[in-house]
């Protein structure tokens, strides 16, 4: 089946390492995109690619960095710069201008 | 910049009653919307959406929204609602600009049902 794949689903780093959050799709979709999300503050775009090697900074992207070498994979990393990076993480795909969009089942990271 | 905004952070009703969230958007262009919802402890399902056509457009469960062009609004309805409905309830919306497209969300209304 096809779908998007976000790994690890649980994350704990020490406060300053960079870390990396996966995600994978096999839909063949030409854009992806993260977001993070916080009580009372909805989905906030981090970054989003609408074709590889190409991508686009969202609302808050400081402290984050991305790369988009495969049309499959869209790896963001969480670097020692963001300040509060404790939060749960989704990676979405979507078709052509986006007409429809599917949603990985998040990695929550956390920061101690 | 391109926003969404959801005016009701929580909102709480008994079994029966009607719902009305509303939703506005900030981009005069090209738009698809969105309604989410993320039950406790769940992922994001999606409500409904609109692309174009019929400004009133049914979903699932029950829902329906409306699409208002010159209040930029895409407002969710429920006229009876359920203690499953207690849920988190997003509006998003696609903006499309050139070639560029990306989906910005609401930051959400938490519903709470009392049976």
């Known amino acids: 089946d096809g779908g998007i794949t976000q790994s690890p689903k649980y994350l704990f780093r020490k406060e300053g390492q960079n870390v990396t959050l996966s995600c994978e799709q096999n839909?063949?979709?030409?854009?992806m995109y993260w977001y993070r999300q916080d009580p009372g503050q909805g989905l906030r775009l981090i970054y989003y690619?609408?074709?590889?090697?190409?991508?686009q900074k969202g609302d808050i992207a400081e402290g984050y960095s991305v790369s988009r070498e495969k049309k499959e994979s869209f790896p963001l990393t969480v670097t020692s710069a963001q300040k509060n990076p404790t939060a749960f993480y989704l990676c979405?795909?979507?078709?052509?201008?986006?007409?429809?969009?599917?949603f990985g089942s998040g990695t929550r990271l956390t920061v101690v | 910049a391109q926003s969404v905004s959801q005016h009701n952070h929580h909102v709480i009703l008994s079994e029966a009653a009607s719902l009305e969230l509303g939703c506005n958007y900030s981009?005069?262009?090209?738009?698809?919307l969105f309604w989410y919802v993320q039950y406790p402890g769940q992922h994001l399902q999606l409500l409904l959406k609109?692309?174009?056509?019929?400004?009133l457009v049914k979903g699932i469960k029950g829902f329906e929204a409306e699409f208002i062009k010159s209040k930029f609004s895409f407002n969710l309805r429920k006229p009876s609602v359920q203690w499953s409905d207690t849920a988190e309830y997003f509006c998003?919306?696609?903006?499309?600009?050139?070639?560029?497209?990306?989906?910005?969300f609401g930051s959400g209304t938490r519903l709470l049902v009392r049976p």
């Open positions: 609109y692309f174009s056509g019929d400004p």
């Open positions: 979405a795909s979507s078709i052509p201008r986006g007409g429809g969009y599917t």
């Open positions: 998003a919306v696609n903006f499309m600009m050139d070639s560029s497209y990306k989906l910005i």
């Open positions: 839909l063949n979709h030409d854009a």
């Open positions: 690619s609408q074709i590889v090697n190409d991508f």
């Open positions: 981009y005069g262009g090209t738009v698809n």
